[in-house]
């Protein structure tokens, strides 16, 4: 099994003084490597038929839409699963973060997670 993540936003509370209002959080999960390699190779290709480089990478944001749906018809033909989960920071308990100012105030999981399903 191979887990990717990858984050937009930052983990800030300062939202009046530029920190981003939302944190997101994404996991791709590829069963096997086999898979993986194979989605690989596929943007790989992808990217050599756009006349992009070998580094490119693909930000939502600043990606065409033309080019945004043939990045998603070629990765629908991959095994893969995605878990995504969105931080909108102003909601968040304030207990949960006074100390530090962050979302990732030094906590254990577990006291988290007691504290958000309390």
Not at 6 to 29: C, P, R, Y
Not at 31 to 51: N, T, Y
Not at 56 to 63: A, D, G, K
């Amino acid at each position: 099994m191979l887990v990717f993540l990858d984050e937009s936003g930052d983990t800030g509370l300062k939202i009046e003084k530029g920190s981003s209002a939302i944190f997101i959080i994404v996991l791709v999960i590829f069963e096997d490597e086999e898979e993986a390699d194979s989605a690989d190779k596929a943007i790989q290709k992808l990217r050599h038929s756009l006349g992009f480089s070998d580094a490119h990478e693909f930000h939502f944001t600043s990606t065409k839409p033309g080019i945004k749906k043939k990045f998603f018809e070629t990765i629908a033909r991959h095994n893969f699963t995605y878990h995504g989960v969105v931080i909108q920071k102003d909601l968040l308990p304030e207990d949960l973060c006074e100390l530090s100012g962050t979302v990732h105030k030094p906590m254990s999981a577990k006291k988290k997670l007691e504290k958000i399903a309390a």
